[in-house]
Every structure is written in structure tokens, then in C-alpha cells.
């Protein structure tokens, strides 16, 4: 391992999430996983980085560097874990803006999605200072942060910690779980192992000008949890 490298552990905890990768206006779904962009938005509100500043853009520069996994990690009731569900609700928002570029002044109607009780393990994999600064920034963020959309506020601390090894920030989210027994998703080495496309790698934040690009993913589907076999 490089000593260049550190590995940040995030914990996504909160009855509400949304991690909207394809949506188009009236209608916001949600994947299964927490997208990039908006864990590098978590990152970036933490560091106190303006929309569309130069600082943003060097961040986010940087950020295309670093490797994501993620981590379903189901959550316990009190005799079995808890499923996790989409939730789809409404809202009513005013000051769209149309096709033409024209405010929009009448109400839209808008259909959102959300996942319930769902939890979710973090890695970030990357450069030793650039992990460092945004982990003293999530220990104590400037702006606020939430798991997708403003609704849905944390129930638990995001940050986990940094490690110097993978298995020691992994073993802050799981434990002394096997990681097989999570479903998962990881990012491909290039674009012939990946097997689907998320257009949720953060260009730019810029109100607007939001640009994304593509990454390959590989989902992992999980054996099931050992201590309940």
C-alpha cells in the first residue's frame, strides 16, 4: 500500500434517503446506492466550497481520483431486520424554470422518491492529504448535510473514520462481518468490467451549469448475514 493512500469511512444512516441519479424534472427517483455525486457533495458542503467556485472545481478535480465502494448494510428491528422500501411522496414547488428558460410562476406538481430504513457503508479511497482534510471537515461540517435531498438529515455521526489499510475501515462499518454476506457496489477498473453506467461523477455543482459524467459500477449482490444463519 502506498503511504500515500488512506481509506475514509462514511456511515449513511437515517429513516429517510435519496440518492437520485436519473432524474428529470417532474419526476425524482432514487437508485439502491448511494450515488458519488452526492457523497462529494456531502464532502464539499462539510469543506464549506461554494457552488461553482474555483475551489469546488479544484476539489471535485481531485475527487475523480478517488475510488468509491459501497455498502448496503442491512438495519435490525426488534425480531428482524427491518426491509427497505421506496417511498414515493409529492410536492408542490413554485419558480421552475421552463424549457425556454422562462420562471415558471405556477405551482408544479412533483413525485419523489425516497428508500426507508435503509443504511449504507461508505469507503473512499485516495490521496492521504485530501482524505485527511475532508475527515476533519465531516468531523465538524460547515454547511449542513444530508443523505441526498435536504429532507432526509443523518440519524448518526457520517463520518466513521480514517484508516491506513481498506480492511481496518471497512471493519468500522461491518465489523467482524464477512464482507461477502453485503450486497455492494463497487466502480470497474475501466468500462469493459463494469456492467452499468451512472451518469452521477460530479463536473461541476454550479447552479447553472451542473454537469455529471460517467462511471462503471459493479453491483454485488450479498450471501446474507452470518450471525443469523
Not at 500500500?1 to 462514511?10: E, N, V
Not at 449513511?12 to 417532474?26: H, K, R, T, V
Not at 426491509?83 to 408544479?108: E, F, K, M, W
Request: charged fraction near 25%.
Amino acid at each position: 500500500m502506498s503511504s500515500d493512500q488512506r481509506f475514509l469511512a462514511l456511515r449513511l444512516e437515517g429513516p429517510l434517503q435519496s440518492w437520485g441519479f436519473d432524474s428529470q424534472y417532474n419526476r425524482r427517483n432514487t437508485g439502491l446506492m448511494p450515488t458519488r455525486s452526492a457523497v462529494a457533495g456531502m464532502c464539499c458542503a462539510a469543506l464549506g466550497l461554494p457552488r461553482g467556485s474555483d475551489q469546488e472545481q479544484d476539489f471535485l478535480a481531485s475527487f475523480r481520483a478517488v475510488r468509491m465502494t459501497s455498502i448496503a448494510i442491512p438495519r435490525n428491528g426488534v425480531r428482524k431486520e427491518l426491509p427497505v422500501r421506496r417511498l414515493q411522496d409529492y410536492h408542490t414547488v413554485q419558480n421552475t424554470r421552463r424549457a425556454s428558460g422562462a420562471i415558471n410562476r405556477d405551482c408544479v406538481l412533483t413525485h419523489r422518491q425516497y428508500l426507508t430504513d435503509a443504511a449504507f457503508g461508505v469507503i473512499l479511497a485516495g490521496k492521504a492529504i485530501l482524505l485527511g482534510e475532508t475527515a476533519v471537515a465531516l468531523a465538524d461540517p460547515r454547511w449542513g448535510l444530508w443523505l441526498g435531498r435536504k429532507t432526509c438529515i443523518p440519524s448518526a455521526p457520517i463520518l466513521a473514520g480514517l484508516k491506513d489499510s481498506y480492511e481496518d475501515a471497512l471493519a468500522l462499518l461491518i465489523g467482524d462481518q464477512p464482507l461477502e454476506s453485503f450486497t455492494r457496489q463497487v466502480e470497474a477498473e475501466n468500462f469493459a468490467q463494469g456492467r452499468d453506467s451512472l451518469p452521477d461523477t460530479p463536473v461541476s455543482f454550479a447552479t447553472e451549469r451542473r454537469l455529471f459524467s460517467p462511471r462503471r459500477v459493479i453491483t454485488i449482490t450479498g450471501t446474507g448475514r452470518s450471525d443469523q444463519e
